[in-house]
């Protein structure tokens, strides 16, 4: 697998799977980034993308939701904290390295993120590449929904009220 073809099968992932859950407002903190392959950071790179949002209501649920769609895909699946309001659902293989689904990620939120397989080349070579095509006007996958970081702390801030409202609505 070539190093943009990881890059466009995590963001895939990332996209089919939050699909799986009835939770609205889904973003991209950033785009989908090279970085050092972690097994061999001096010839080969890897692409990562995480997508962010306000909490479901039903974590364990949405949880589940997650893992049995992984499965599906081929992934090997494991997840921690089955037993609390907090789980968190780790895949790997099928069509990425890794990904994992974290329903208590920072201001109440949730991130569901993918990592790709290590492709030759050099990271810094794919960021001045991906850079130059988004200079150019290109959409590369993932960016429909980038969130400018000028901006991610008013999404979080909105992650919070959100949080806030449904326990007022429970009344907590």
């Known amino acids: 697998m070539t190093a943009r073809e990881g890059r466009d099968k995590v963001v895939q992932l990332v996209q089919d799977s939050v699909k799986q859950l009835d939770v609205t407002g889904w973003w991209a903190r950033g785009t989908a980034y090279a970085a050092p392959c972690e097994s061999d950071p001096n010839n080969a790179s890897q692409y990562s993308y995480d997508y962010w949002a306000p909490q479901g209501s039903d974590h364990r649920g949405d949880a589940q939701k997650i893992a049995a769609y992984w499965e599906s895909l081929g992934m090997s699946v494991y997840v921690t904290g089955e037993d609390t309001d907090w789980p968190v659902v780790y895949g790997s293989g099928g069509p990425v390295f890794r990904a994992d689904f974290d329903t208590s990620a920072a201001e109440r939120s949730y991130r569901l993120g993918a990592t790709a397989p290590c492709s030759p080349g050099d990271n810094v070579d794919f960021i001045r590449e991906d850079d130059a095509a988004r200079g150019r006007g290109e959409l590369l996958p993932g960016?429909?929904?980038?969130v400018p970081e000028s901006e991610i702390g008013e999404k979080f801030d909105e992650h919070l009220r959100i949080?806030?409202?449904?326990?007022?609505?429970?009344?907590k």
């Open 163 to 171: 949080a806030e409202e449904a326990d007022k609505a429970r009344g």
């Open 143 to 146: 960016d429909d929904v980038m």
